[in-house]
């Protein structure tokens, strides 16, 4: 099998968007994993930090929630399709 097929068989967890740059709703289960667990993890962090009670908090938290958005672009960046610029359907 040739490197050009494999590629052409990938399946993506994260397709792109038809308008725009960057990736729609996943198409796979295991992008729904990570979206869920991301979702997760932010409820998580907020509901833990929140107990805290510090003035701190709020650095805390911006920083723990642009950790995980940085760990959620990267794979929907190894596992997405490659993004670009779009502006709706390709006229065939």
């Known amino acids: 099998m040739s490197t050009q097929e494999s590629a052409s068989t990938q399946k993506y967890w994260f397709p792109a968007k038809?308008?725009?740059?960057g990736w729609?709703?996943?198409s796979?289960?295991?992008g729904w994993a990570v979206l869920v667990t991301f979702i997760a993890l932010l409820g998580a962090g907020?509901?833990?930090l929140r107990?805290?009670?510090s003035d701190e908090v709020p650095m805390f938290f911006i920083g723990y929630t642009a950790v995980l958005s940085a760990a959620l672009l990267l794979i929907c960046w190894l596992k997405g399709e490659p993004p670009s610029w779009r502006w709706g359907a390709t006229k065939r």
């Open 46 to 48: 907020a509901l833990l």
């Open 51 to 53: 107990a805290e009670g």
């Open 24 to 26: 729609g709703l996943p």
């Open 28 to 30: 796979a289960w295991q």
């Open 18 to 21: 038809r308008y725009g740059w």
